[in-house]
């Protein structure tokens, strides 16, 4: 029980991205702006600026801003879209998705005395939520793989092992292989014993297809104070709970199309992954205004461990020459840590009079600090390699306002780095963004749409393993924000 705990456990990284693994620290460290449809066509750039509740999650200073109190609420229509090359093949794919994307209460309270310019001015408490994060994605690849099948993958993954140990070594691949008879024994020349396949496509020529579908969300729920010093310093910091929700399905195929691999129809292997997982993070913030028309801002985020709950499972089918099998995983579910790095972010945004704002952030996380925590040792190797695939990432963040009277014109550019040393598996992420809105001194309207760009490398089994070219995808996300909110 002990061993297949530990197996479980292991595929956590056993996935393949850029030929390494690791995906799963990919995929959470990547972290998006928050929030609201000011915060987007700012392209996230509130760093120095404040008066918005996402800033809660990037420097809780912000909130210090705010001259009366508010509630407010976002609705968000989101597009994920990619085109996929795979052995000369094209595959298109794209999903939607309706989300709210923030919800907030702030509340401002100014000293008794309204008249006082020096010392604390005010105070506010500020309760909501921010999704940075949007994991609804569908991506498909196909092609005639001329050079190996998943197949060989099994083979190599069974190595030397004993049928009978493939349930506690292998039990979402191999031993699924071969109870559909698409691997089988054979002794070595040197008598050791070995896999092979004598029904499968292990010399290529199959019609693979390989279909993901995902959803979830990278979300934190807070609760923020600041302080207002004399017009000129403001404090902030935020209590947060971060949620993880990722729901993943996929189902690769082989496909004898051309009727030429002997004994062999096509197979069928699938796999159902869920995270959902919880973390306390700390923000602490500071924001100065040097003069009318600047302010300077520094934050950082300081995150607790993410404790995760997982549940795993897969099935593999054959059809076969001499008849049609299926076999299935037993059910997995586990829980592990994840232990991300701190967050420092610097701002500056300049104030032109009262007819426009343009602001920067610029944010630096070291992801080689990144860590897989359980109760027993098994990812000590594996954390030892996370400094040699992790690399620091740096986030800009650009925005700019015009004002009309009481309507706003906006654009913005956040670029998200790549988490990982290699930077063609995960490139970065280039969002831009337009919006504009309407306030006045009790209600507003903001709308923004962003649309981001990304290339990213993706292999359907190890290169590890056997000889596989990876498939390049360029992704498209779009996401179009309104926000509507009542000041009292």
């Not at 800009?396 to 040393?421: H, K, T, V």
């Given at each position: 029980m002990k061993l297949?705990k530990?197996?479980v ?7 393949n ?8 620290i990919a995929?959470y ?11 987007s066509?700012?392209?996230?750039a509130?760093g ?6 996402s800033c809660?999650?990037?420097n809780?200073a912000?909130?210090g801003?705010?001259?009366?109190s508010?509630f407010?609420?976002s609705?968000a229509?989101f597009n994920?879209s990619n ?7 094209q ?11 923030n919800l ?9 005395n309204r008249l006082?310019?020096?010392g604390w001015m005010?105070s506010?408490?500020?309760f909501?939520?921010n999704r940075s ?6 991506s ?9 099948s998943i197949?060989?993958?099994f083979?190599?993954e069974a190595g030397?092992?004993?049928p009978g140990?493939?349930?506690s070594?292998?039990?979402?691949s191999?031993?699924l292989?071969?109870?559909t008879?698409?691997i089988?024994t054979?002794r070595n020349p040197?008598?050791t014993?070995?896999y092979?396949?004598?029904s499968g496509p292990i010399?290529?020529?199959a019609t693979q297809r390989?279909?993901?579908e995902?959803?979830?969300k990278?979300?934190?729920?807070s ?6 010093h ?9 209590i947060?709970i971060?949620?993880?929700v990722?729901?993943e399905n996929r189902?690769?195929?082989e ?5 030429s ?9 699938t796999?159902?992954?869920t ?16 003069v009318?028309w600047l ?13 995760i709950?997982r ?5 593999l089918?054959s059809?076969l020459?001499?008849g049609?099998y299926s076999?299935s995983?037993p059910?997995?579910n586990?829980s592990?840590k994840?232990?991300q790095?701190?967050r420092i972010t610097?701002s ?16 630096t996380v070291n992801?080689s ?13 594996i954390?030892?390699?996370i400094?040699s695939?992790?690399s620091?990432s ?9 004002r009309?009277?009481?309507s706003?014109l906006r654009?913005g550019f956040?670029?998200i ?7 063609t ?6 969002n831009?963004?337009?919006g504009?809105?309407f306030?006045?001194?009790?209600y507003?309207?903001d709308i923004?749409?962003?649309l981001g760009?990304?290339k990213?490398?993706?292999?359907p089994?190890s290169?590890?393993l056997?000889?596989v070219?990876p498939a390049e995808?360029n992704?498209?996300?779009?996401n179009l924000v309104f926000?509507?909110?009542?000041r009292f």
């Amino acid at each position: 029980m002990k061993l297949f705990k530990q197996v479980v456990l292991f595929l956590i990284v056993s996935n393949n991205l850029s030929a390494q693994g690791f995906d799963d620290i990919a995929r959470y460290s990547q972290i998006g702006a928050p929030g609201t449809a000011y915060s987007s066509g700012m392209g996230g750039a509130i760093g120095a600026l404040g008066a918005d509740f996402s800033c809660v999650s990037v420097n809780p200073a912000g909130i210090g801003l705010y001259r009366k109190s508010e509630f407010a609420g976002s609705l968000a229509v989101f597009n994920y879209s990619n085109k996929a090359s795979y052995y000369e093949t094209q595959t298109r794919d794209r999903k939607f998705n309706f989300n709210i994307p923030n919800l907030n209460l702030v509340l401002h309270f100014p000293t008794v005395n309204r008249l006082k310019t020096k010392g604390w001015m005010s105070s506010t408490l500020a309760f909501g939520f921010n999704r940075s994060n949007s994991f609804h994605q569908m991506s498909t690849i196909r092609g005639i793989n001329t050079e190996s099948s998943i197949v060989n993958a099994f083979v190599s993954e069974a190595g030397s092992s004993f049928p009978g140990n493939l349930q506690s070594s292998s039990p979402y691949s191999a031993n699924l292989a071969w109870n559909t008879f698409l691997i089988d024994t054979l002794r070595n020349p040197d008598g050791t014993l070995g896999y092979s396949s004598f029904s499968g496509p292990i010399n290529g020529g199959a019609t693979q297809r390989d279909a993901i579908e995902s959803s979830g969300k990278f979300s934190q729920s807070s609760i923020s104070f600041a302080a207002n010093h004399s017009n000129r310093l403001y404090l902030g910091a935020t209590i947060g709970i971060r949620r993880i929700v990722y729901n993943e399905n996929r189902t690769y195929t082989e496909t004898n199309e051309t009727d030429s691999i002997i004994n062999f129809n096509n197979l069928n292997y699938t796999t159902n992954k869920t995270d959902k997982g919880t973390s306390l993070t700390f923000n602490l913030g500071a924001i100065y205004r040097v003069v009318d028309w600047l302010r300077l801002g520094a934050a950082a985020s300081i995150p607790l461990d993410f404790n995760i709950n997982r549940s795993y499972n897969a099935n593999l089918s054959s059809s076969l020459s001499f008849g049609e099998y299926s076999f299935s995983s037993p059910e997995a579910n586990y829980s592990y840590k994840l232990r991300q790095p701190a967050r420092i972010t610097g701002s500056a945004a300049f104030i032109i009079k009262k007819n426009g704002i343009i602001s920067i952030d610029y944010e630096t996380v070291n992801n080689s600090r990144n860590l897989l925590i359980s109760n027993e040792a098994i990812f000590d190797k594996i954390n030892e390699q996370i400094p040699s695939k992790f690399s620091m990432s740096n986030n800009l963040r650009i925005g700019a306002e015009a004002r009309f009277g009481d309507s706003y014109l906006r654009g913005g550019f956040q670029m998200i780095g790549s988490p990982l040393l290699n930077k063609t598996a995960i490139n970065q992420m280039n969002n831009f963004s337009i919006g504009g809105g309407f306030r006045n001194d009790d209600y507003f309207f903001d709308i923004a749409f962003v649309l981001g760009f990304q290339k990213t490398q993706y292999y359907p089994y190890s290169p590890n393993l056997t000889v596989v070219q990876p498939a390049e995808l360029n992704i498209m996300r779009r996401n179009l924000v309104f926000t509507i909110g009542s000041r009292f």
